[in-house]
């Protein structure tokens, strides 16, 4: 595999040279005011933006935010990302009112060195996710036509055969920034030899979701805890009733399989905090996972659970963690996930985390960043990179 690098680039010199910088700056925004609830992913872009500036480039950002439908739509506009990259950037950054048209072109074109332009959400094109390789083709274009070189800095969108992820590198000379390459290297580190034991933490709400990274991981763990809304499809395929939790009942028999060939590396809660509905001040108690009323559903890990996987996760040398354990935005139901990252930060192994709902559940928690190994900012790249498969995004990167 044959990676340039933003040093590489660096080296060669891009003073004066309009360098094209693909990021991840798709940040959770705050459903009542709009605002950006997690600068995660603004924060880890910015070691390659910093050093393009300061090498006199002329920086032209693009990135996507949510899941517009191919048109412009104002509530997925990347302007207030604009404004914050500015602030922690520490120059301002010029906000382009659309991706390739009238203002990108003005926008682009009066950069003097050193500065910066964002253009608005790749995703108000239709270009850019479309599966007919002409219609991406010719977005990517557009956007190369911004660039003398391009730098792919979004790690989290490297699993996507998107234009800007995928076509663009095609078209221009093309390098691998900082987060990138920090994102592969620690990656590279749990798919390779991880030292062990090597225990993998998986949470969130779907087990589909999570089907192939479990399939991926089982030879390759030694314990693999499982919590999250997905732990109740586990239950039940153990036989356990789960009330009105959160259940696809299509994967029972899947998870029944899991389980059989799991050879006792699979962890299931013994307790579960199961309430009267789904919302931050319900009324709750905690149960046994076999014994969950036909009238609750279950919105977090239990003690005992917390207990018994912390047990689990004493004296592992590598830690991957993805996936809440409970519903962390209810405080009432933030106990597992808090009692799991603490010990993950507190343990001496390598550990990781990986996607956007546990990363955000760390910073949201308090928690101190700077006591994990590495933060991914990806969730699907993430899980794609361990499940081994081939990211179009790296792909496209390596000559
Ligand atoms: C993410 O949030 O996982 C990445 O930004 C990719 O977004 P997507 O899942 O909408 O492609
Ligand atoms: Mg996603």
């Known amino acids: 595999m044959s990676i340039r690098t933003l040093d590489d680039l660096l080296v060669e010199g891009v003073s004066g040279r309009r360098v094209l910088v693909r990021a991840d700056l798709n940040v959770p925004l705050d459903k009542q005011s709009g605002d950006i609830s997690d600068d995660g992913r603004i924060r880890a872009v910015l070691p390659t933006l910093g050093a393009l500036v300061e090498a006199g480039a002329k920086v032209v950002v693009c990135s996507h935010l949510g899941r517009p439908k191919g048109a412009p739509d104002p509530q997925f506009s990347l302007r207030p990302v604009a404004g914050r990259l500015g602030e922690l950037l520490g120059v301002p950054v010029r906000f382009a009112t659309d991706t390739v048209g009238e203002s990108a072109r003005s926008t682009v074109d009066a950069l003097a ?6 253009l608005e959400n790749l995703r108000f094109n239709k270009g850019e996710t479309s599966k007919d390789d002409t219609e991406r083709g010719a977005f990517a274009d557009q956007l ?68 192939a990274v479990i399939e991926a991981l089982l030879p390759t763990v030694d314990r693999l805890l499982i919590g999250g809304g997905m732990c109740f499809t ?57 014994a969950i009323p036909g009238n609750r559903v279950g919105l977090d890990i239990g003690p005992e659970t917390v207990a018994g996987f912390a047990a689990a996760l004493k004296g592992a040398r590598t830690i991957f963690w993805n996936g809440p ?67 179009p995004g790296i792909a496209a990167l390596e000559n």
């Open 325 to 391: 354990m409970g519903v962390f935005e209810m405080p009432a139901f933030a106990h597992g996930t808090r009692g799991i990252a603490e010990t993950i930060a507190k343990s001496d192994a390598f550990t990781v985390v990986g996607g956007g709902d546990s990363a955000a559940a760390v910073r949201a928690l308090g928690l101190d960043e700077s006591s994990f190994g590495h933060i991914s900012t990806g969730g699907g790249a993430s899980l794609e990179y361990l499940e081994g498969k081939t990211l």
């Open 144 to 211: 190369a036509a911004f660039g003398d070189a391009y730098v792919d800095d979004a790690f989290g969108a490297v699993h996507r055969k998107h234009a800007s992820v995928h076509d663009v590198p095609a078209r221009l000379p093309h390098v691998a920034g900082r987060l990138v390459l920090r994102e592969v290297e620690v990656l590279s580190r749990l798919t390779g030899e991880p030292e062990r034991p090597y225990v993998v933490v998986l949470g969130g709400s779907k087990v589909s979701d999570k089907l």
């Open 113 to 118: 060195d050193g500065e910066v332009a964002l």
């Open 234 to 290: 586990f239950l039940k395929a153990q036989g356990h009733e789960v009330g009105s939790s959160l259940l696809e009942e299509d994967m029972v028999e899947t998870c029944r399989n899991l389980l059989e060939r799991s050879t006792g590396k699979i962890m299931l809660p013994v307790d579960v905090v199961a309430a009267e509905a789904f919302a931050p001040d319900a009324a709750h108690d905690t149960v046994a996972a076999d």
